[in-house]
């Protein structure tokens, strides 16, 4: 990868580390009035409730500060204990909501905060190193990568493509069969999660837009799950396509790869 293009990621990385650094600023204002406010009626109760409660606030920051730090750490390369590798995805998800608030006040778009927090989230697994065996993972992408024009159904069994060329589906099915990943074409979000809780992968590939990658990520947490951005050369939803190269690298990095892929998949294409 280029020096420009490793810049340009960081900065897209910064921006949804900046809005969730400032969705803490705000949690933390939130817990500091909560403590104002209850501070008088606590005391009556007992006098020692208001420090207990303070601490407990502290606490509960003090845990969110660790875990922003340890996104930091992970996008600059620094190294992230595992057992805290886990909690920082948990984390980002839980704050994705915050930053979109914060992200509207100051006037960002929000495709923008969406790109930057997936690739915030791919950074973090990327850092985790999961490796899955290959039918534990689930590919999908929509329906706009089909061509429109293609008459062949491929939402339910994408085996009905031909693999005529006409768009990227046919070389997404190939890959499937010799990697052995679960493939499938989705119509929607309803459809996706049906997909996903029918084939209970341990990680999830998607292929989408900025929207349905971040809202895809929040909808399967605590599954793992990695986005590859479509390229959209006839504008949004239309025949859109995927870096194929981009594609096979992502789910290379998840899956424990066999030693000998081209004999294993013509012995798949024997039987
Ligand atoms: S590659 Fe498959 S899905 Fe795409 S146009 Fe050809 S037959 Fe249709």
Redesign the pocket.
Known sequence: MSCFAQTSILTKKRLFVGLMTGSFAVVCLLFGLIWKISYLGLQELNVHLPLAFGLTLGMVAALLAVGIFCMVAGILGWYVPVFLQKQTYGLMNMLFYGALGIGKLLGIDRRQIEGSFVAVSNQIIRNRHIKIAPDKLLVVTPHCL??AT?P?K?TRNPGN???????D??ALVTMAEEMGFHFFVVTGGTLARQTVMKIRPQAVVAIACERDLASGIQDVYPIPSVGVLNVRPNGPCYNTHVDLEEFRRAVEEIIILPDTPKKNSSEKKEK
């Open positions: 089909q061509l293609c062949h491929i493509c031909k693999r005529c060329g006409g768009c589906i046919g």
